[in-house]
T-cell receptor
Framework: QKEVEQNSGPLSVPEGAIASLNCTYS??????FFWYRQYSGKSPELIMF????GDKEDGRFTAQLNKASQYVSLLIRDSQPSDSATYLC??????????FGSGTKLNVKP | GAGVSQTPSNKVTEKGKYVELRCDPI?????LYWYRQSLGQGPEFLIY????????DSGLPNDRFFAVRPEGSVSTLKIQRTERGDSAVYLC?????????????FGSGTRLTVV
């Protein structure tokens, strides 16, 4: 069984701070990793993907991957109240099927 | 259309009834996926179509669940003898089959409530 683990939170950060979201996965053969943002009552929205060890930056978002430790993280710099949502970590297998974590709820306080 | 379209957006049905949920993928996408998301959980894989055939239906929870995609475009997820535990948001996504490194876009989902 391929598992993706996330802390359910909520993670509370003040506006302007860095939010750090973490995820671990069980399948060492996994190749591609994704972060989705989900607002309450809405469907998940893709925000980042990464498949090489190291960091990948896109605006205020940075995804970090460490395959040796089977660990993926998402950093959100200069957090805004509009970033308040649930963040889902997902791992894709070789057959294009996603395994999702249960999500971390982020609250950014004005 | 511009995105994945799912209908209805909400469905309330009585326990024991039959329901059909429809997914209209992005034009040209041959791969189509159904996921189910229960409250407080991440989406859970149900079934994957490549063209008209189900390439992987290992996520269907039992034989009450069935999905078809007869012409390789629109897909219908069918649930027989619904149970209260079937209540969830059913999400559909589509992609080109070679998009192995990229995420796919979900539709807005169908919220199914079994009373």
């Amino acid at each position: 069984q391929k598992e993706v683990e996330q802390n359910s939170g909520p993670l509370s950060v003040p506006e302007g701070a860095i939010a750090s979201l973490n995820c671990t996965y069980s399948d060492r053969g996994s190749q591609s990793f994704f972060w989705y943002r989900q607002y309450s009552g809405k469907s998940p929205e893709l925000i980042m993907f990464i498949y090489s060890n190291g960091d990948k930056e896109d605006g205020r978002f940075t995804a970090q991957l460490n395959k040796a430790s089977q660990y993926v993280s998402l950093l959100i710099r200069d957090s805004q109240p509009s970033d308040s949502a649930t963040y889902l970590c997902a791992v894709k297998d070789n057959f294009n099927k996603f395994y999702f974590g249960s999500g971390t709820k982020l609250n950014v306080k004005p | 259309g511009a995105g994945v379209s799912q209908t209805p957006s909400n469905k309330v049905t009585e326990k024991g009834k039959y329901v059909e949920l429809r997914c209209d993928p992005i034009s040209g996408h041959t791969a189509l996926y159904w996921y189910r998301q229960s409250l407080g959980q991440g989406p859970e894989f149900l079934i994957y179509f490549q063209g008209t055939g189900a390439a992987d239906d290992s996520g269907l929870p039992n034989d009450r669940f069935f999905a078809v995609r007869p012409e390789g475009s629109v897909s219908t997820l069918k649930i027989q003898r619904t149970e209260r535990g079937d209540s969830a948001v059913y999400l559909c996504a589509s992609s080109f089959p070679w998009d192995r490194l990229y995420g796919y876009t979900f539709g807005s989902g169908t919220r199914l409530t079994v009373v």
